[in-house]
């Protein structure tokens, strides 16, 4: 698919950009869900949009220990597209070439423009991180200003999902080609759902680097990922201190019949 | 999809993939182009006619293609694939070759349902008979079955004299308005004279050096042969239908298309002439 | 019934000579609610068009909704067409010429049937190109593209001399001669269109078989296909002939005229009922495999699929024993013994069986959740989705009901009025 050689030539360097995410800190603010839309330019949904057709590239699910009062514990999971590493299931479903992993970033990219709007990735996501355009994107009088320019609009019919701000990668690359250096820095470029979270509890780096935060964090004890035993290595790691918070990710999920597991 | 366009690879399954669609791709193209052509050569009128009686005896229905042999009792049952053209059919020359007991119920010259049938003529399976004269030519006409179905008041496209007929090619057209009928050729050979209204629709032709008229029916064939076409006629026209019934057994009425609508006759004669 | 030959019938000159075809006037009249049918549909489809799927009820969960549902089942209940062609010009059985005709022409209404859903069910429909241009060999349904797109025009192609061979139209020369030559290229067409059914029936089914983010859909195979894969090839060319056996006994009905013999019909039941059998059999053995090596190896358990109401064990039950192998026994064992009645019912559940795989397959993997914080969800179509289906089924009755007025669909049923 994507020539590797050719984009590793301009940074010289391979990165697979990974995140962490801290749920035991994490409040079920939404702002990442906000950010995200804002700095990606999703259009306010239309009156007749539901939760289940609106664009939402970041989501927060909530989950609970399935206790009653006053045993009742909660827990929040902001999932987006967790940039699976290993054979993604919705690359190679795309009838067209249009979603493809970066080699050099290790990031799942959407092609908008390419895309057919058959929808069969978003059979095949297992996280449900895929979003289609049910509608044209229409911005009310005036908020068409306050569009990101880095970031290009997406038509009626089309697919997107989270792509790690990519435009940020991009623009940290040339600032620090501006700068006269080959690398970008850790920290230079982070998401925008990272940068808006209030209590920190999303960590954002290569997971390459073993010297970076999220590395270490990936590595640690409390870290797990959801879905692990599909295999698609997704590159999402959650955190927790709690162990029922980490069997969540695993769980059957015909267990929490009985409990009454809501995505509100 | 092609080696200059953005996605291609040079990868063991793409070029599988693709040269397995391109390959499918070239025998549709290419068979459908074989058939186009084809089908433009084959835009001539001789071959037309061929493919048009390939096509008419194709579409006939299997009651309508009984051997004669099995007329005569020679063989059990039997139905034709060779197009009524005995002249090129292993079967039957192998039957002719060896003398046998038939059991037709009709001795020659006994006549179903009035309808005469003349000992010295052979008929073809598309109700015409010929007639093979002292000097060597064929006389052809309608037999009384298909005389009887005709129009009585009709054009006949009768062929110049000169025109090459061939074995189940166009012999004539009867025409009635925007109605039209088809009498197939029952020889092979040049129109030296025609007959018109007056003389009851005849040709003569010269049959050429090798004439050879061993696919029509003769002698005992043609009694069963006749009554099955009866049978045939009496289906085509909807059996308990009252209006036109042959059922009785007794003559043919003189003039059934008078008696039956217009347009729906074309088809029922069209029928018996073979045509589908 | 009227017996007197097309009486009353005004396009006489259209119709095949020695059949009996109702009056003109009548047969249009009870296209009417068919046209109006169509006439809805077509508006749904505008609205879809004009403004998108956000008219359809599907949503992000359900990306794939009643529509590509009741595509995979047009699509398995016409593959018919391909195998009886397989059967009569590849393996020579010439007594199924007698369904041939009509056989291409309910696989040539079922595929661009599907095919014109599945234009109005993309977002992009002018986009469908890329596909062809810029392909991506590793999706199933590049490879369901492919072979539809390729088999419809061999579909068209098989079409198109039954069409020539109208009365009206063999009259112009270049149409008969035309007719003739296509005619004997069919060989090769219906070998090609075996190759193509083949693929894409077995695509559709891996569509789903590789889904590895969907347990319940997820299937381990055969090299690079999985193993609905070939359970979709083997459903389908058993679903095929009772499909055909199906429409011959509606298309009679309907006409009230015998239009093949019964050996056909009970030769169609045989196929179809020892196909199933070996389906049933495969399926089991799948279902089986599926429950005790697959489920387990990602960590859950089969049970856990069938606890979601209304999807319980109930629907593997159906889809297994009711619908699969209690019709299939029937077919087998009682073509031949059997009345003609029995048949086209063991047909119909047939028929309900393939629809019921399909719709397991499609509609209950998306509904199942996959994360232990997700939701089970149903969708209820929209009317749109609704009438643009319903457009389908009024454009293949319309469609039929012309071939089978104009066109020599049935050879036999001119001997049939002897019988």
Redesign the interface.
């Given at each position: 698919?994507t020539n590797g050689n050719q984009v590793k030539s301009l940074t010289g360097k391979k990165h697979n950009f990974g995140m962490v995410i801290d749920v035991d800190r994490c409040t079920g603010c939404g702002a990442c869900m906000i950010a995200c839309a804002v700095e990606n330019n999703v259009p306010p949904g239309?009156v007749?949009a539901?939760d289940?057709?609106g664009?939402t590239l970041m989501r927060v699910?909530?989950?609970d220990n399935g206790m009653d009062f006053p045993d009742n514990e909660s827990v929040f999971?902001p999932?987006s597209c967790q940039q699976c590493e290993h054979?993604p299931?919705c690359v190679?479903?795309?009838?067209?070439?249009?979603v493809e992993v970066d080699p050099a970033t290790g990031i799942v990219g959407q092609i908008p423009v390419?895309?057919?709007?058959?929808?069969?990735c978003?059979?095949?996501?297992?996280?449900?991180a895929?979003?289609?355009?049910?509608?044209?994107p229409v911005w009310p009088e005036g908020m068409e200003r306050s569009l990101n320019p880095d970031v290009s609009l997406r038509?009626?019919?089309?697919?997107e999902k989270c792509n790690f701000c990519f435009h940020r990668l991009q623009a940290a690359r040339e600032k620090a080609a501006a700068e006269g250096r080959d690398e970008i820095k850790e920290g230079e470029y982070i998401p925008a759902c990272v940068e808006s979270c209030p209590t920190s509890a999303m960590t954002f780096g290569d997971l390459l680097d073993e010297g970076s935060e999220v590395y270490r964090l990936a590595q640690s004890n409390g870290s797990f990922r959801?879905?692990e035993?599909?295999?698609?290595g997704p590159k999402i790691y959650y955190f927790s201190e709690r162990e029922w918070v980490r069997n969540?990710?695993?769980?059957?999920?015909?267990?929490?019949?009985k409990r009454g597991?809501?995505?509100d | 999809m092609l080696p200059w366009v953005y996605?291609f690879?040079w990868q063991t399954g793409n070029i599988i993939f693709l040269s397995i669609f391109y390959s499918v791709v070239a025998v549709i193209l290419g068979s459908f182009s074989i058939a186009a052509i084809r089908a433009f050569r084959d835009l001539k009128p001789d071959r037309l006619d061929e493919i048009r009686w390939h096509f008419d005896f194709e579409s006939l229905p299997e009651f309508a293609k009984v051997c004669r042999h099995a007329f005569t009792g020679e063989v059990n049952q039997r139905v034709c694939r060779n197009g009524f053209d005995c002249r090129t059919c292993k079967v039957h020359s192998k039957i002719t070759g060896v003398p046998r007991i038939t059991k037709s119920v009709y001795s020659e010259g006994e006549i179903p349902f009035g309808l005469k049938i003349s000992a010295n003529c052979l008929y073809h399976r598309g109700h015409t008979w010929v007639r093979v004269e002292s000097d060597g030519t064929l006389t052809l006409g309608l037999d009384k079955l298909a005389e009887g179905l005709v129009w009585s008041q009709c054009e006949a496209d009768l062929p110049a004299v000169g025109t090459r007929l061939h074995v189940n090619g166009t012999g004539w057209y009867f025409r009635k308005e925007a109605s039209r009928a088809r009498v197939l050729s029952p020889v092979d050979g040049e129109v030296i004279a025609v007959g018109g209204r007056k003389e009851g629709f005849y040709l003569k032709v010269n049959p050429g050096n090798d004439s050879d008229l061993r696919h029509l029916l003769k002698g005992l064939e043609v009694g069963p042969w006749m009554t099955s076409e009866v049978e045939r006629l009496e289906m085509a026209l909807g059996a308990s239908d009252g209006a036109v019934s042959l059922a009785d057994g007794g003559v043919l009425l003189d003039n059934i298309a008078a008696n039956y609508p217009e347009q729906g006759w074309e088809d029922i004669l069209a029928l018996m002439l073979l045509e589908s | 019934m009227d017996r007197n030959r097309n009486n009353g019938t005004k396009d006489i000159r259209l119709v095949a000579r020695g059949v009996n075809r109702m009056p003109f006037g009548k047969f249009l009249y009870l296209l009417v609610p068919w046209l109006i049918i169509l006439a809805i549909g077509m508006y749904a489809i505008f609205l879809c068009l004009a403004k998108?799927?956000?008219q359809t009820n599907?949503?992000?969960?359900?990306?794939?909704g009643v529509w590509i549902f009741l595509d995979l089942s047009i699509i398995a209940l016409g593959a018919g067409a391909f195998f009886t062609g397989f059967l009569v010009y590849i393996l020579k059985r010439e007594e199924l010429r007698a369904v041939l005709n009509s056989a291409v022409v309910i696989g040539f209404i079922c595929y661009s049937g599907a095919i014109l859903v599945l234009m109005v069910?993309?977002?992009?429909p002018l986009?469908?190109w890329?596909?062809f241009?810029?392909?991506?060999i590793?999706?199933?349904?590049?490879e369901v593209?492919f072979c539809i797109t390729c088999y419809l025009v061999v579909l068209s192609v098989e079409y198109a001399p039954i069409v020539l061979r109208n009365k009206k139209l063999k009259e112009v020369p270049a149409f008969l001669a035309m007719q003739y030559e296509l005619h004997r290229i069919m060989p090769v067409l219906a070998g090609v269109g075996t190759f193509l059914s083949f693929f894409h029936q077995g695509s559709l089914g891996g569509?789903f078989g590789?889904?590895?983010?969907?347990?319940f859909a997820f299937r381990e195979g055969l090299a690079i296909w999985p193993t609905t894969f070939f359970l979709f090839i083997i459903s389908a060319a058993a679903a095929g002939p009772s499909f055909i056996l199906l429409t011959t006994w509606i298309a009679s009905r309907v006409s009230r005229k015998r239009l093949v013999s019964d050996n056909v019909f009970a030769l169609l039941a045989r196929i179809s009922g020892s196909l199933l059998v070996v389906y049933v059999m495969l399926k089991s053995i799948d279902t089986l495999t599926w429950l005790n090596r697959t489920v387990p190896s990602?960590?859950?358990?089969g049970?856990?699929?069938f606890?979601?109401a209304p999807f319980n064990i109930w629907i593997l039950f159906a889809e297994i024993i009711v619908f699969g192998l209690v019709p299939s026994l029937f077919l087998l064992f009682g073509s031949g013994r059997l009345r003609t009645g029995w048949l086209v019912a063991s047909s119909v559940m047939v028929c309900c069986g393939i629809v019921l795989n399909r719709f397991v397959m499609t509609i209950q993997?998306?509904s199942?959740?996959?994360?232990?914080?997700?939701?089970?969800?149903i969708y209820t179509p929209s009317w749109q989705e609704i009438a643009a289906f319903l457009f389908v089924v009024a454009y293949g009755v319309i469609i039929y009901s012309l071939s089978f007025r104009y066109l020599r669909l049935f050879p036999q049923e001119i001997e049939m009025k002897v019988n």
């Open positions: 698919m239309p007749d539901t289940r057709t664009i699910y909530k989950a999971f999932v054979h299931p190679s479903v795309c009838p067209q070439n249009a390419r895309c057919l709007g058959c929808r069969y978003m059979a095949a996501c297992p996280y449900h895929r979003y289609f355009n049910w509608w044209d038509m009626r019919g089309v697919v959801i879905l035993r599909l295999g698609t969540i990710a695993e769980k059957d999920p015909a267990s929490a019949l597991a809501t995505t | 996605g690879t | 998108g799927l956000n599907m949503d992000n969960r359900f990306a794939f069910d993309v977002g992009q986009r469908a890329f596909t241009w810029h392909p991506n590793h999706s199933m349904l590049t593209t569509l590789v889904l590895q983010g969907h347990p990602l960590g859950l358990s049970i856990g699929f606890l979601w993997t998306l199942l959740p996959t994360m232990s914080f997700d939701r089970f969800m």
